[in-house]
């Protein structure tokens, strides 16, 4: 708003320097009347462009403020019992499929790896925190593993038909035909389909799993 008025006063300024020009008697006349002008209204158009960029910045902000992708009203729409048909997301739908969710996820994925290894005679050697290990027993070197779990940013996309996690690593694509047991983690969801397990926390995640539910069940 702000930069829209002074960008109307630059156009009243340069108006005014126009008008002065054509109304001063030649002999007064000093050359820089009308390149005044001109630079009033430069400075107006450059105004006006600040104006409308800053207005389409805080309109994508305010669109995203809930943390997801989508808009308050499609949010609405889940608590009140109504699943919205989103029109843009990145994934392919086949037809008949429709686009409910879509925000910013994490997937956690818990695998064993190695956390320490035994010394040759002196014991097994685990480190529990950070320049912190317990070392116990005796005998020959051996690797000593543990489950790490670790952290994946990616976007989820909820349809009436699959949950898509798009990430770099450990995406996945889960049909909901094939989910057997939906449980709450945390401040996230484990999603149990078949032999597998998805353990996501999704934006809003009320909204996600209020969807969620809509859709499976």
């Keep these: 708003m702000v930069w829209k008025i002074f960008g109307a006063l630059s156009l009243v300024l340069a108006a005014v320097a126009a008008l002065v020009s054509a109304t001063t008697a030649p002999e007064y006349k000093t050359g820089a009347e009308w390149v005044i002008a001109l630079l ?11 104006g409308a960029k800053s207005s389409a910045g805080k ?5 995203g403020g809930n943390g997801t992708y989508m808009t308050e009203q499609e949010l609405q729409q889940i608590q009140g019992g109504v699943l919205p048909a989103l029109a843009s997301v990145p994934v392919v739908l086949g037809e008949g499929e429709v686009a409910h969710f ?27 925190a950070k320049g ?30 699959r949950i898509v996690f798009l990430a770099k690593q450990n995406g996945f694509d889960c049909k909901l035909s094939t989910i057997s047991a939906i449980l709450p983690e945390g401040d996230g969801l484990m999603i149990q389909a078949g032999a597998k397990n998805y353990r996501l926390t999704v934006a809003q995640q009320g909204y996600f799993s209020k969807a969620l539910d809509m859709v499976v069940r």
Excluded: E, I, M
């Design 102 to 128: 879509f925000a910013p996820a994490r997937r956690y994925v818990t695998k064993k790896k190695a956390v320490g290894r035994t010394g040759s005679g002196g014991g097994v050697s685990v480190r529990v």
């Design 132 to 161: 912190v290990s317990v070392r116990s027993g005796g005998g020959a070197s051996q690797t000593v593993y543990d489950d790490v779990t670790d952290a994946f940013d990616g976007l989820a996309v909820l349809t009436n038909r």
């Design 40 to 50: 009033f209204v430069a400075l107006a158009v450059f105004l006006f462009w600040q």
């Design 59 to 63: 309109k994508a902000k305010h669109q």
